[in-house]
Every structure is written in structure tokens, then in C-alpha cells.
């Protein structure tokens, strides 16, 4: 399984800084070892999607509606980011969560409607400070795995521990492995074998430096990047930090 090395722009870049960071990635995407994909903002997406028109790196959104069209104001639906060149989206991040009161049925009915548009979800769970320092940690992520994800599910899950989220503070390598190893156990509960091949994203202040060593523990099947994506150098360089296979 070839790992995933995702960035989320987050609510970044103007059309002139989204194009020239697309260009920069697609400059160093040839024979990397890892699949690419970067989420711009609505506002760019069509732009970024032109500039990789032809690369190996895809294009998604960050959020979209769970309903196909209607009287939602400001929201957007999965099927207007597939027609303006995303084939992937992000789902259930928790800054969507935190700030909009995103729950996990609301996260399970956005997965529905991208998968409906013809996009593959990346699905975020992870815990909060205090339920880490309080020991529920895997119970939490238990219930937000059991509760995103519909069935049959044909996408992927990152595991993005929210202290870990633009503090430059990671998980370490044995929290990593102990919690991904939990996930891959929930998804074969749920899945089956199917479950052996959804791949288990980790995100949380990943950077050139960190990349190897924590994209190298079992189940990590990639990364979800914020900061560190906004520089085309440093998003290649976690790129080239993907194990083979
Ligand atoms: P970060 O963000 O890499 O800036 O910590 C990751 C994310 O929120 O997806």
C-alpha cells in the first residue's frame, strides 16, 4: 500500500500564492514513492486543479455539505468541489468539529455525500488534550471511528491527536503505533479484511525533520500535513520521507 502524503491548506492562499505553491509541488512530484494530494480552499481549488492538470497530485476540498444542493448559505456541496476539479475531501477535521459543531453522524452523512459526488473521504478523528491526560484516548477515537464512518467505507482515516495540531508538539512514535494499531483493530472489527487496506493516516505538526521516523510505524499509512504543506520544499521533503510498499 503506498502511503498518502496529504496537505491541508487550511484558510490559506490567494490565487497568485495557491498557484505558485501547486506549481512548486508539482515540480518535485515526479517518481516519489507515495501518492500527493493537496486541499486547498474553495476559493482555489479550480485554480490548483488546473495547475496539476496532468501530475500525479491530486486536488481535494476541506469540508462539504451532506446534502446534494438546497437553501444551505455559505456551505458547498460535494458535488460542486468535483466540478471544480477536487476528487477528494476532508471530512470531520477538528477544527470543523471544534468550531462548528461538527458531530460523528454529521461527519458519516458528509461521507455519504462524497462518496455519492464520485470523491474519496479522509476521515479525522483524534483526541482532545484532557481525554488523552484522563486515559480515554483510544475509547474516544473507538467511538469516533464506529460513529464517522458508514458502511461499506472506500476512503481513509487520519488520526490527528488535537494537541498535536499546529503546536509543534507530535505524538511520539510509541503513542503513534499503540493508537494506530487500535484503529487498524476497529477497522478489521468493522470492515473485515476490508479494513486491512484503508489507510491510517497520521497528522499533527509533521515537518521535514519528524517525517521519517514517524511515517516509518506500522499501520501509518501517510500523512496529513497542515503548516508544513504551505511550502512546496518542505511538503517534497516529507514526500520523499515515505517508506515504500
Ligand atoms: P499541522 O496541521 O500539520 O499544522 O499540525 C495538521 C492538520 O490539522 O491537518
Not at 197 to 221: D, K, Q, T
Request: glycine fraction near 14%; aromatic fraction near 4%; hydrophobic fraction near 45%.
Amino acid at each position: 500500500m503506498r502511503q498518502l502524503i496529504a496537505g491541508n491548506w487550511k484558510m490559506n492562499g490567494l490565487r497568485a500564492e495557491a498557484t505558485t505553491l501547486a506549481q512548486g509541488v508539482r515540480a518535485g512530484a515526479a517518481g516519489l514513492r507515495c501518492d500527493l494530494l493537496v486541499c486547498p480552499p474553495f476559493t482555489v481549488i479550480e485554480a490548483v486543479a488546473r495547475a496539476l492538470d496532468g501530475s500525479p497530485v491530486a486536488v481535494g476540498g476541506q469540508d462539504c455539505h451532506a446534502l446534494h444542493e438546497g437553501a444551505h448559505t455559505g456551505d458547498v456541496a460535494a458535488a460542486m468541489l468535483r466540478d471544480a476539479g477536487a476528487t477528494w475531501v476532508i471530512v470531520g477535521h477538528s477544527e470543523r468539529r471544534q468550531n462548528h459543531g461538527e458531530t460523528d453522524e454529521l461527519v458519516r452523512e458528509k461521507v455519504l455525500a462524497a462518496a455519492a459526488a464520485g470523491l474519496t473521504p479522509v476521515v479525522c478523528v483524534g483526541e482532545t488534550e484532557d481525554q488523552r491526560a484522563s486515559g480515554q484516548e483510544t475509547e474516544v477515537v473507538g467511538w469516533q471511528i464506529a460513529g464517522s464512518l458508514p458502511k461499506p467505507f472506500a476512503g481513509v482515516v487520519a488520526y490527528e491527536p488535537v494537541w498535536a495540531i499546529g503546536t509543534g508538539r507530535t505524538a511520539t512514535d510509541q503513542d503513534v503505533a499503540t493508537m494506530h494499531a487500535f484503529i487498524r483493530e476497529e477497522l478489521v472489527r468493522q470492515f473485515g479484511e476490508a479494513g486491512q487496506e484503508i489507510r491510517i493516516l497520521y497528522g499533527g505538526s509533521m515537518r521535514p525533520a519528524n517525517a521519517a521516523s514517524l511515517l516509518g510505524v506500522p499501520h501509518v499509512g501517510g500523512g496529513l500535513i497542515g503548516g508544513a504543506s504551505l511550502k512546496a520544499e518542505d511538503f517534497l521533503a516529507i514526500a520523499r520521507a515515505a517508506r515504500e510498499g
